[in-house]
């Protein structure tokens, strides 16, 4: 079977503090004795959003596959970068090398150098973020509000490994408020946590929905209105042993924010300005990948 890319470039941040470098030249050697026919090339990032670039400029000509060496953070600046480089043949596909890797633990089948060798691809949906006349942003996963994006905050600031995501996630959560946003009939509705996922787990550990597959056409909206911190604990505890059931599913939700808040797109923290409008909807069949 003819692959549908021609060529491969490796997108990876030599100065993260895990084994990104290392990791892409291993799958480019890798490459080399599998796919000897497929040229592959090293772009190695020289700072923050340099892989969107990368991702858009590469998917400019031919049909690249251009994998992301990274975390859930840096495969979200290279698949956004390819949707933002409009109508191509780019493929995309991580290696994970990153502390969150929660898009590679669920959607991947296999070694990524055997699909890669193999060469079919699969379409998968994607989630897109319109806020008031921005450009749109895309997710592969997830988009957060409420107590995701703050224990992220805590988490740049304390530093990550298992002791210290475990300090500092009970930091966040015990200074965490809610907040509130409106919906579009006027509603206005407080919540501790709101989610929409385009797989079915997030941070490591937490089974946010039965129901939820990144080629379904919908997304799960997985909210949880305020209540008391020993509720909201509970609702962690329950995520991370069994799992919250399933969700309604979607193919859009919108509402308008009243206080400025933070957000969480696959990992990354943007800020949202009160009284912003926000929507989120699904871009079924968006992305071409092996997995």
Do not use: C, W
């Not at 206005?188 to 056409?217: C, H, W």
Request: no cysteine; net charge negative; charged share 30%.
């Amino acid at each position: 079977m003819a692959r549908a890319y021609d060529r491969v470039v490796i997108v990876f941040n030599p100065n993260s503090t895990g084994d990104a470098q290392e990791r892409a030249e291993e799958l480019k050697s890798g490459l080399a004795e599998r796919a000897a026919d497929l040229p592959v090339e090293l772009r190695p990032t020289e700072y923050a959003g340099h892989a969107r670039e990368i991702a858009r400029e590469e998917a400019g000509s031919g049909a690249p596959l251009v994998v992301s060496v990274s975390g859930d953070g840096g495969y979200n600046e290279v698949v956004d970068g390819l949707m933002k480089a409009g109508e191509s043949r780019a493929v995309a596909a991580v290696l994970a090398a990153g502390n969150a890797n929660d898009h590679r633990r669920v959607v991947g089948r296999r070694p990524l150098l055997d699909a890669i060798a193999e060469g079919r691809t699969e379409q998968l949906d994607l989630l897109r973020l319109s806020v008031d006349d921005e450009e749109p942003r895309h997710a592969h996963s997830y988009i957060g509000l409420g107590i995701t994006p703050v224990v992220a905050l805590e988490l740049e600031r304390g530093g990550k490994g298992s002791l210290k995501e475990i300090l500092t996630t009970v930091r966040a959560f015990s200074r965490f408020r809610p907040f509130t946003i409106e919906v579009d009939d006027g509603r206005r509705q407080d919540f501790d946590s709101l989610v929409f996922a385009n797989i079915a787990e997030m941070a490591k550990y937490a089974t946010l929905s039965e129901d939820s597959r990144p080629d379904d056409g919908v997304f799960e909206v997985v909210l949880l209105p305020h209540t008391s911190k020993l509720r909201v604990l509970a609702t962690a505890v329950k995520a991370a042993v069994r799992g919250l059931g399933p969700q309604p599913s979607v193919r859009e939700y919108a509402f308008r924010t009243v206080d400025p808040m933070p957000l969480q797109v696959d990992g990354e923290v943007l800020d949202l300005d009160a009284g912003a409008r926000v929507r989120v909807d699904i871009v079924a069949a968006a992305l071409a990948t092996v997995r």
